[in-house]
């Protein structure tokens, strides 16, 4: 069965340092991954997706970014984080060669910039 | 842009109510789904509906995908307290990438 994995799972970081959460898959190969960040318990705004190594594509400009170094792992980075990066940020899964359909999500990461 | 509103954003029931979300938009989608997240956590599949009409049921849980494909609705029968949490419709327009609901977040007491 497909695993996915996420950490850390909190992190509290000053305003201006560098960000880096990591998301892993187990169980499927080339999966299409997703990184969400939602506010408040709320809905989900999709931030990066990858169809494979190294394939990124961005939903929004913003202050991150992210890297598929490898097809199950998905990072997603900042140089310099803002107050307005905070936030709870998942990451996600769904088969290979789709783009849609269903997606399978981590734990999540609770991100507070201070 | 494609939308997906859900009603009502908040929801504060007595357990053995029932209760319906409904989730509508403006564009078709080929296929919905609904999810359930508890706080801290990531949100988990309760269903995907696929074809215009179709009715599925999880134990007390029915989902009702619209005849258009446009809308869909959640209706919990006999609320409990364990079906407290947020939950959000998320809709796959043809090869796109999935548009979420702002949610619906469910209190139910005991």
């Known amino acids: 069965s497909q695993t996915i994995h996420q950490w850390p799972a909190t992190l509290v970081q000053p305003v201006g340092s560098p960000l880096s959460l990591e998301c892993t898959v187990e169980?499927?190969?080339?999966?299409?991954l997703y990184w969400y960040r939602q506010a408040a318990g709320r809905g989900l705004q999709l931030l990066f997706y990858?169809?494979?190594?190294?394939?990124i594509s961005s939903e929004v400009p913003q202050n991150l970014s992210a890297s598929r170094p490898q097809d199950r792992q998905f990072i997603l980075s900042s140089k310099k984080l803002l107050l307005s990066d905070s936030g709870f940020y998942l990451c996600?899964?769904?088969?290979?060669?789709?783009?849609?359909?269903?997606?399978?999500f981590g734990p999540g990461t609770r991100l507070l910039v201070l | 842009t494609q939308l997906l509103e859900q009603s009502p954003q908040f929801l504060s029931i007595q357990e053995g109510e029932n209760l319906t979300v409904y989730c509508n938009s403006s564009s078709v989608f080929s296929s919905l789904q609904w999810y359930r997240q508890e706080p801290g956590e990531g949100p988990v599949l309760l269903v995907t509906?696929?074809?215009?009409?179709e009715v599925k049921k999880l134990k007390r849980l029915t989902f009702q995908f619209g005849d258009a494909r446009k809308d869909s609705s959640l209706h919990i029968t006999a609320a409990q307290p364990g079906d407290t949490g947020l939950y959000l419709c998320a809709g796959d327009s043809y090869g796109n990438k999935l548009v979420f609901g702002a949610g619906t977040i469910l209190r139910v007491k005991s």
């Open positions: 169980g499927t190969s080339n999966p299409n």
């Open positions: 509906v696929v074809t215009g009409g």
């Open positions: 990858s169809v494979g190594i190294g394939q």
């Open positions: 996600a899964w769904s088969p290979p060669r789709k783009l849609q359909e269903t997606q399978y």
